[in-house]
């Protein structure tokens, strides 16, 4: 089981960046599927997930209103659209996938992990 990640980048801020995580060898259908990320220095940290079944998302707090994940199950692939930007959101940024189980902010409870995609945000 793979995840690609891409649509990291340089952002300043105030701008937007949308994250893709693709699927290879499995099928996202089943999966609830989550993002994290880690700053310099900092622990990895939840952001957002979006559940297998019916598609219910749960934000961390200092995101919500700005980022929206979402999923297209005929592309295999989730997505993490991120607006409004500040420089505290920088860090990478990584997919991870736990099959037929609800949301979940707990990164030990995911399964399958990507590689992760770098986030800079700077004037």
């Known amino acids: 089981l793979q995840f690609v990640e891409s649509g990291g980048g340089l952002v300043q801020p105030g701008g937007s960046l949308r994250l893709s995580c693709a699927a290879s060898g499995f099928t996202l259908d089943y999966y609830t599927i989550g993002w994290f990320r880690q700053a310099p220095g900092k622990e990895r940290e939840f952001v957002a997930a979006i559940r297998w079944s019916g598609g219910s998302t749960y934000y961390v707090d200092s995101v919500k209103g700005r980022f929206t994940i979402s999923r297209d199950n005929a592309k295999n692939t989730v997505y993490l659209q991120m607006n409004s930007l500040k420089p505290e959101d920088t860090a990478v940024y990584y997919c991870?996938?736990?099959?037929?189980?609800?949301?979940?902010?707990?990164?030990?409870?995911?399964?399958?992990w990507g590689q992760g995609t770098q986030v800079t945000v700077s004037s």
């Open positions: 991870a996938a736990r099959p037929r189980l609800g949301l979940s902010m707990v990164e030990s409870e995911y399964d399958y």
